[in-house]
């Protein structure tokens, strides 16, 4: 079964031309991840705006689209795309997994020194990435685009605004725009980061908690060339739990026993509280069978006990579960 489980998780590979994705060793200066559903139309004027930025980088740059499900000719259009780019790679997904999944899908193959987070509907402008480029070389390890005039409709300025000032203060982090799609960040800060579900909106949170510096730098921001926002208005509400799941992870990932245990504790104390003092009326021969408080104890001591015991299997968890744990040296240890 297992084996089912990759097979699904992991894209259709087409190279754009034929070329060996796998190769590692094949590292070049910078890689923009595009994750594209049914961007077709924006693709064919994005893809070459970009490749004529970058052409300047030095040590060369890929440009790697994701196609999260698209049903719109995308895989014609990169195909058609691919006789001009040599630089362009597509990964194509087996059907609409989200942003998350496709910027993962990404990170998995992306190659670059520096990886760059780009929409693709022509919303982030190519231009812009050259700032960003200057805001790594400035000291930056991660640099978010804050659109200062962001060409998004009213009430979804308006509802990002509250997003944003929430996730700085649960979070502690300084931050107008999290979650702008144009990013650029070295390739260490990239490694460590698992995004699924929709936790794409949290990157300069999850970077700054694995000890990255973590930056916004203005950048212009265009209307949507084609078509129409993938994103529903139920985004909002989805967001806000991801921000209590983002608080937990960074909060407690190394010691969930500290938020389980303690809730436990306190529910199994103010129980045993209460199932004491039932304990000492019936001593003193009253009857205690309606009492609420019996009730209620035995409620407050079983919660207790669970909460504890999830805590413990929880601990287990962080205890064997070492696999993509981020590079804490501030020096790399290459060899
Ligand atoms: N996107 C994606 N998978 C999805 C939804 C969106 O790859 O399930 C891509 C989309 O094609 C675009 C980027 O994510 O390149 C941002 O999406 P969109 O422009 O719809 O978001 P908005 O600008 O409205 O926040
Ligand atoms: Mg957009």
Redesign the pocket.
């Known amino acids: 079964m297992a084996e089912l489980g990759t097979i699904t998780a992991q894209p259709r590979e087409d190279d754009v031309p034929a070329r060996d994705a796998g190769a590692a060793t094949d590292v070049v200066g910078l890689s923009v991840i ?6 077709a139309p ?1 693709l064919a004027e994005v893809v070459p705006r970009t490749a004529a930025v970058l052409a300047q980088i030095p040590d060369g740059f890929e440009i790697l689209v ?5 049903t719109d000719g995308t895989a014609e259009v990169m195909t058609e795309l691919g006789k001009h780019h040599p630089e362009l790679r597509l990964l194509r997904l087996r059907r ?4 998350s ?3 993962q899908a990404g990170f998995d193959r992306a190659r670059g020194e520096i990886v760059v987070l ?4 022509g ?1 982030d402008r190519p231009e812009e990435i050259l700032k960003l480029l200057k805001g790594l070389e400035d000291g930056l390890e991660l640099a978010t685009g804050r659109r200062v005039r962001r060409n ?1 409709r009213v009430i ?1 300025r308006h509802t990002s605004r509250v997003y944003n000032r929430v996730t700085a203060a649960v979070t502690g982090i300084e931050g107008e725009d999290f ?1 702008s ?1 144009l990013k650029a960040m070295k390739r260490e800060v990239m490694n460590p980061l698992v995004l699924y579900g929709e936790l794409h909106r949290y990157i300069p949170v999850l970077a700054q908690w694995n000890g990255f510096k973590v930056g916004e730098i203005d950048v212009d921001h265009a209307p ?1 060339l084609h ?5 529903g208005r139920a ?1 909002f509400w989805r967001g806000f739990l991801d921000l209590l799941t983002v608080k937990f992870i960074t909060t407690y990932t190394g010691r969930p026993f500290h938020l389980f245990g303690g809730l436990g504790m306190a529910f199994g104390f103010a129980g045993g509280c209460l199932l004491a003092w039932m304990f000492v009326l019936k001593l003193m021969g009253r009857g205690i069978g309606d009492r609420p408080a019996l009730i209620i104890g035995v409620f407050l001591a079983v919660v207790g006990v669970q909460l504890i015991t999830l805590g413990l299997l929880a601990e287990l968890i962080v205890h064997f579960r070492r696999d993509r744990e981020p590079d804490l040296f501030v020096d790399q240890h290459k060899d």
Do not use: I
């Open positions: 595009m994750p594209a559903f049914n961007e924006n994701v196609d999260d499900g698209s609409n997994y989200g942003k999944t496709a910027l780009m929409d693709a509907d919303q998004d979804k979650n799609g949507r078509g129409t926002s993938k994103f985004r």
